[in-house]
């Protein structure tokens, strides 16, 4: 069983790390989702060698001054295209075009979707940290046989219906404290640009038609499969691709589909009709973005057909494209399956975050390396709150300590071990973001400047330590402006660890005065010697994931990880 350890503050079980605010923005009702400078501004790394009273000013993006620009301005990512890590070269330099496919809206959206959207935000995050003017894109596909299917289950105009889903989206981003895009486009608002460039690839003989429907021929271009490795004859009609006897080749994917009764259709030289799944995001990546453009990305189940299909329809649209970089995410899985809502097998973030808070789920997400599978369970939920909760306690134990300063404690030195913690906590930070964004590695990392806080909280040799209250404050802020990057700082400290004691609460459901309740009984067999019955009490609230806290100034409590989960926990880590 993982130990507990008490010593006047809870140390809570290690957040499993694999290496292989709660604050909502208000929900914009136009297509196109702008992003606001002035939310989650991200700040440059505090200077190791920085003491208070002389320190610079925090930097935002875009500042003159770097941190550790030799390190800091290099970045490799690992290209599904190459099959390698690349170093980052934009194509511009300062700015970065990056294209992310979004959801098909006819449902609320599972975690599957919170892990591409969380990855892609961290690497939004960190290249504006870098310094770059990103202009990042994320389409919803408004338009499609899977949401003409549920509006016609529901009785609802499919263009509707999703429209409700898109903003249902849009909250979910928000509570999972996923900066907005630049655009977010819509299908619906860009028939004309889809049109034309399904003219055009038809202008350029890669195309046929076939009675009111447009066809790619995959046959026509050679370089099909350069993506996914797959050879032409491997490929398969019906993953997303119809079956019709009508093709060239099985594997020939629509770009145009004639009008059926019933569904909705916008007119073209075709004939009635809307487009193709695929050949939505070719035009709009190049409305936004231009046909050459830095990074493209997604799921691994994008690889093929959608994202072999986009690279065949823009280079016969346009020989000149090109896109730097093809990078996915892994999938989320549960008994080592793929969770999709075509298998079933899902949870959606409502559901998610109706019991855990959304920064755990976050810190969950993030917990393993973006291109490696995560497998959901409530043990690794519960250890990713457990964490949470620590982190954010220290943080608010830190936040207390520094607000009690005076001027005299202001003009002492931060020794040298705080110094070096801190420079040490920074380079691995930039180092390992540098390689190809191992957050695990810096969730790993800020074990030690923590320890190290929590030693000068709350042990007799760190309440006695020279420049005790500045080496707090420079520990903070040092932790404070890599959760900022991480999209993993709260608005307040001491908000979130209300929150996550409610979620807590709901899990074991308790109310906070029957907690208190217990509390009191224990007090009670405790002053009357009845020791068994006393941690009966604490046995019985730990098994609901409730830890109870001793000290002089009485009993307290704390969320943990229930024990049972902490014996599973235990065996997987």
């Known amino acids: 069983m993982a130990a507990l350890h008490f010593f006047n503050f809870y140390k809570p079980s290690l957040f499993r790390i694999q290496s292989r605010k709660f604050f909502i923005t208000n929900v914009g009702t136009s297509n196109n989702r702008v992003h606001k400078p002035n939310i989650n501004i991200i700040r440059f790394l505090s200077s190791s060698s920085t003491s208070l009273g002389h320190s610079n000013a925090s930097k935002t993006v875009g500042s003159s001054e770097t941190v550790s620009k030799s390190k800091a301005h290099e970045l490799w990512l ?5 099959k390698e890590k690349e170093l980052f070269k934009p194509k511009v330099e300062g700015k970065v075009g990056m ?14 979707h919170a892990r591409v959207y969380v990855s892609f935000d961290i690497l939004f995050r960190y290249l504006r940290f ?46 999972l404290y996923c900066l907005h895009p630049t655009v977010e486009p819509r299908v619906s608002d860009h028939m004309p640009q889809i049109i034309d460039m399904i003219k055009q690839i038809l202008d350029n003989g890669r195309a046929y038609r076939v009675e009111g429907d447009v066809y790619f021929s995959v046959d026509e271009f050679p370089q099909y499969g350069r993506l996914s490795g797959r050879k032409l004859e491997d490929n398969r009609a019906g993953e997303r691709v119809a079956v019709d006897s009508r093709k060239k080749n099985p594997a020939d994917f629509a770009l145009w589909k004639s009008a059926k009764e019933g569904e909705p259709f916008w007119e073209s030289p075709w004939g009635a009709g809307r487009p193709g799944w695929h050949i939505e995001c070719s035009a709009m990546s190049a409305a936004y973005l231009g046909y050459s453009f830095d990074i493209h990305g997604g799921g691994m189940d994008l690889i093929f057909p959608h994202h ?34 075509s298998l079933g097998n899902f949870f959606t973030i409502r559901q998610v975050i109706e019991l855990y808070h959304p920064l755990a789920l976050r810190l969950f997400l993030i917990g393993t390396h973006y291109r490696s599978p995560i497998n959901y369970s409530d043990v690794q ?52 973001m540098s390689e190809d964004l191992h957050s695990p590695v ?15 909280l709350h042990t007799r040799k760190g309440k006695k330590q020279k420049a005790r209250i500045q080496s707090l404050a420079a520990i903070e802020k040092a932790i404070r402006n890599v959760l900022d990057i991480l999209g993993l700082m709260p608005a307040s400290y001491h908000e979130v660890l209300q929150q996550l004691r409610e979620k807590a609460l709901k899990r074991a459901k308790l109310t906070e005065d029957q907690v208190i309740e217990q509390i009191n009984d224990r007090n009670t067999a405790r002053k009357n010697k009845e020791y068994e019955r006393s941690d009966a009490i604490r046995k019985h609230l730990a098994t609901l994931g409730i830890a109870l806290m001793d000290s002089p100034e009485g009993t307290t409590w704390r969320p943990a990880i229930p024990l049972a989960m902490q014996e599973q926990h235990s065996s997987q880590s």
């Not at 690992?78 to 190459?82: D, G, I, P, R, V």
Request: hydrophobic letters at 35%.
């Open 308 to 341: 072999e299909n986009e690279i065949a329809q823009s280079c016969a649209a346009c020989d000149k494209s090109n896109i730097s970089y093809w990078i996915h995410n892994g999938f989320v899985t549960i008994d080592s399956q793929k969770m999709s809502k």
């Open 99 to 112: 294209y992310v496919c979004g959801v098909t809206a006819y449902d609320l959206s599972h975690i599957g």
């Open 381 to 432: 939920l519960e250890s990713a709150s457990d964490r949470a909760y620590y982190i954010y306690q220290t943080l608010q134990d830190c936040e207390d300590v520094v607000s009690q300063q005076n001027e005299s404690s202001q003009k002492e030195n931060i020794p040298t071990e705080i110094l070096d913690c801190i420079k040490t906590f920074n380079d691995v930070f930039v180092t390992s």
């Open 130 to 175: 870098m310094g770059y003017e990103v202009n990042y894109v994320r389409n919803f596909t408004d338009v499609d046989d899977k949401i003409i299917a549920r509006a016609v289950q529901l009785g609802e105009d499919p263009i509707s219906l999703s429209r409700r889903f898109c903003e249902e989206f849009h909250k979910d981003m928000d509570y």
């Open 78 to 82: 690992y290209n599904t295209m190459s």
């Open 442 to 456: 810096v969730l790993s990392a800020i074990s030690d400047p923590l320890k190290t806080a929590n030693d000068l």
